[in-house]
């Protein structure tokens, strides 16, 4: 059983900057196929925002590339997400998530509210 936790969130201005951390625990996210950052604003649809496979390719929704940036450190067993320029438009709450390749796991979410 995979657990995941975020940190990190909270109210920023706008061109103001953030990191969501993402804690693991049950398996290391080394072995994961993939872990990744998703947002959901209201009314919307949960969408991707970035993405990390096992061997450390990464993947950025059109409108984060080059502003955010996905990283993770196996010793801490912990996936980031580096949000810089924050737009207002960025606000939701944001979901962390690996895949094991059987199983896809999900954490409890943190807000990300940006002002203008």
């Known amino acids: 059983q995979v657990q995941l936790v975020e940190s990190g969130g909270g109210l920023v201005q706008a061109g103001g900057s953030l990191r969501l951390s993402c804690a693991a625990s049950?398996?290391?996210?080394?072995?994961?196929?993939?872990m990744g950052w998703y947002r959901q604003a209201p009314g919307n649809p949960r969408e991707l925002v970035a993405h990390?496979?096992?061997?450390?390719?990464?993947n950025y929704a059109d409108s984060v590339k080059g502003r955010f940036t996905i990283s993770r450190d196996i010793t801490k067993n912990t996936l980031y997400l580096r949000m810089n320029s924050l737009k207002p438009e960025d606000t939701a709450v944001y979901y962390c998530?690996?895949?094991?390749?059987?199983?896809?796991?999900w954490g409890q979410g943190t807000q990300v509210t940006v002002s203008s």
């Open positions: 049950g398996r290391s996210i080394f072995n994961m196929n993939t």
């Open positions: 998530h690996s895949n094991t390749g059987s199983y896809d796991y």
């Open positions: 990390i496979t096992r061997d450390g390719r990464t």
